[in-house]
């Protein structure tokens, strides 16, 4: 990892520059590094992974951390942030760089390099809520749990360990197919509606017995999530299903779910919790 320093004013930076950005956009790297030089004492890091990632936020000292790169090294900042407990002291301030840009751009951060850089300079410090689930991961925009895929249920039983006698049969059925006849394409798996139980502060919102199509969850007042669950319709379109709170809930088949701008899962069930203003993002002073 390598570490630079160059001084401007009082001001400590420490700009932690993601080896993405690096590789994907070596000039707005560069053009970021020159707007932040010339406004303040900086502290160059370079890591190469991210152990090394991990390593420059925990050394920061008193030096104000500042993240180049795209929405994925945001998320991985905040999340070492919490994880060390070290969030409610330190406030963020990111120079977006690489292609997924939508989380910063919704936190209002600017995405063009010179005025994000600008930002981290003269803006202000916003506190912002943070959802925070059973496991220990956060979500710093929203989260959806889209429809479930073919290819995402548990396997057949009937294909698992110890049914031989089917697989002899697949054999048998594969060698009486003309050698010459071309296989059909395997076709994309379609969604199918999920049924899944959503709770929100301890009130179910939707039961396992009606499928959903979606499910989102989004910052909404201080302090409260607001929920939105869409049921698969039939015939007219099915209203939404709305609510708020500050702990959400859900559980049922194993579902995968996108938070920010990550996938995870699959999962049996998942809680979130609202903490409210949990974290500080730097963004452009009002007016």
Not at 154 to 164: F, H, I, L, Y
């Amino acid at each position: 990892m390598a570490e630079v320093a160059t001084s401007a004013t009082s001001e400590q930076l420490l700009v932690v520059v993601d080896p993405v950005a690096r590789r994907s956009d070596g000039e707005s790297v560069r053009i970021a590094k020159d707007v932040l030089g010339a406004g303040a004492a900086v502290k160059l890091c370079l890591p190469e992974g991210p152990e090394e990632f991990a390593r420059a936020l925990r050394r920061r000292g008193s030096r104000r951390p500042v993240v180049v790169g795209d929405d994925r090294a945001l998320i991985r900042a905040v999340s070492l942030l919490h994880r060390h407990r070290e969030l409610a002291g330190c406030a963020l301030s990111v120079v977006p760089v690489g292609g997924g840009l939508a989380l910063a751009r919704s936190l209002g951060v600017p995405t063009g390099t010179v005025a994000a850089a600008r930002a981290v300079l003269d803006g202000v410090v916003r506190r912002m809520d943070l959802l925070v689930d059973d496991s220990d991961g956060v979500v710093l925009g929203a989260l959806r749990i889209p429809p479930v895929t073919a290819a995402a249920q548990p396997p057949d039983p009937d294909a698992a360990p110890g049914r031989p006698w089917l697989r002899t049969c697949q054999s048998l059925v594969r060698t009486l197919v003309p050698a010459g006849r071309p296989s059909r394409p395997a076709a994309a798996p379609e969604p199918g509606p999920s049924r899944l139980r959503v709770e929100v502060d301890g009130e179910t919102l939707v039961d396992l017995n009606q499928p959903v199509e979606a499910v989102s969850v989004s910052p909404s007042a201080a302090g409260v999530a607001s929920v939105e669950v869409r049921p698969v319709s039939v015939g007219a379109e099915a209203s939404p299903l709305l609510a708020e709170g500050r702990t959400v809930t859900v559980s049922g088949a194993h579902f995968r779910y996108r938070a920010d701008a990550l996938v995870s899962g699959p999962v049996r069930t998942r809680t979130w919790v609202v903490r409210e203003g949990a974290w500080g993002l730097t963004v452009p002073a009002a007016g």
